[in-house]
């Protein structure tokens, strides 16, 4: 009976200081299938999958079965023993080590005389990435590599180990497309093997492009597991949500005012090329292109993250010069970059810490805090985007991942820019959060703010956008307006000229 399921987790719960992650969760996992996990933010299934990888332990009284038999999983090298891997919602590489030495760290081949064989440890995993074709050196080191690449390492790594069950939370949420669709292609390929991939992800289409099964969470509760076959959208965000979701896209129509900011030939080195265009008061400008197109690098440019090296920034009529963060800001510019688990969480301090930080100047007039005025517009936020935390002064490490984004979300939200620019303003948040960060940014068009919103998901820049600017190689390749913007439009401009496409992805 039993060997129907290659894993059974019965009655687990989990109770954190304060917080109910897991009650009572029985998950069963059918060998050689794809079994998604989906859920609001907090719902629990990082939490679940970390027990069964041994890095938390459940409360007493859970059971896991692996195989048919009864098992313990102290801690994450039992877990890899019994054959179970995962690749982690927050990536956690060794900047200063090779590509090689973080695939084989811990378990590095030896040489005669006991010694690491380097040799042998960059032609295992040179043999890993032709089997898998991925196209990255193996001496290279990890702090070197893009966000992409770095998540395709750690992709490698976890399936170098020949495991069983192979959980992936969140693995789309840094890489585009063309990328999905080789991580697609690898899961199909692990699969026929008769192990089973266990598939954390807030994006639909890849639910139902890839899973067999799928079970959704709320409020750490095992709401249903059901055949992909048998659900649509609709039917999967109900049962997300509790509730049915009338409007996906909450764009508002919005009367756009003149220019409030103009950019005139942008260049630098060769990731910005002469880069021109201009934003409108209550205008979502959408920027769309492959990965490594030049999106994050014109966002980080205007930002003074690193300068221009030349071209014109005219914000307001008056050209401004922008060499540092601070000139942005003064110019009314905010940035909320795309990697805001690497560089925007201050781990230890609260929720509320986190998110008034940057508003802070507003909130202390002649250096008086405005403990009250503070606290209600924490409580806004909080309110306005869903937020799961049991206090605001929990810190924020403690949150779930999509939690913490959404906090990140607020503090720029509450400096009350003029020109917001939002690198990837969604990822891994869930529908309907997500519907709730687009009524924000909606609202902010409405009283005459204008948005810049780089995104890798099609369905948000076609919803989102009055206008798209499309990157290629570092150049604009094109600014399509909302009535023509499709995404064939969009993607014939993404990949440049013909011809001078990348590899072909042959399936
Ligand atoms: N180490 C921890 N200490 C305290 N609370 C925690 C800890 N880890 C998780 N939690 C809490 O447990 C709950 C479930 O979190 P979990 O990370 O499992 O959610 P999730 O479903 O993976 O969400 P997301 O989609 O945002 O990643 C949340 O309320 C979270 O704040
Ligand atoms: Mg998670």
Known sequence: MSDEFLLQMQDVSKTFPGVRALAGVNLEVRPGTVHALMGENGAGKSTLMKILIGMYQADPGATIILGGEKVDIPDTAAGLGLGISMIHQELSPVPEMTVAENIFLGREPVARFGLVSRKQMVSSCRELFQRWEIDIDPRARMRTLSIAQTQMVEIAKAISFDSRIIIMDEPTSAITEREVEHLHRMIRQLKSTGASII???????????????????????????????????????????????????????????????????????????????????????????????????????????????????????????????????????????????????????????????????RYSPGGMLQKALIEDACQDQRKALALKTPSLNQHIQNLSGGNQQKVLISRWLLTLPEILMIDEPTRGIDVGAKSEIHRLMSALAKTGKAIIMVSSEMPEVLGMSDRVVVMHDGKVSGIVDRADATQERIMQLATGPAGVTGPADAA
């Open 199 to 361: 598939y954390i992800t807030h994006k639909m289409d890849e639910v139902f492009n890839i899973s067999d099964y799928v079970t959704v969470f709320r409020d750490g509760q095992l709401v249903k597991t059901l055949p992909a076959s048998e659900l649509d959208r609709d039917k999967l965000i109900t049962l997300m949500v509790g509730r049915e979701l009338t409007e996906m896209f909450p764009k508002e129509f919005v009367e756009i005012g003149e220019v409030v900011l103009s950019v005139r030939n942008l260049h630098r080195g060769s990731v910005v090329k002469d880069v021109s265009f201009d934003l409108r008061r209550g205008e979502i400008l959408g920027f769309a292109g492959l990965m490594g197109a030049g999106r994050t690098e014109v966002l980080e440019t205007l930002f003074g993250v690193v300068a221009a090296e030349s071209g014109e920034i005219v914000v307001d009529g008056k050209s401004v010069r922008i060499r540092q963060p601070k000139d942005a800001i003064d110019a009314g510019l905010a940035l909320l970059t795309e990697d805001r688990k690497l560089t925007g969480i201050m781990g230890v301090l609260s929720v509320r810490d986190n998110m008034i930080m940057a508003a802070l100047p």
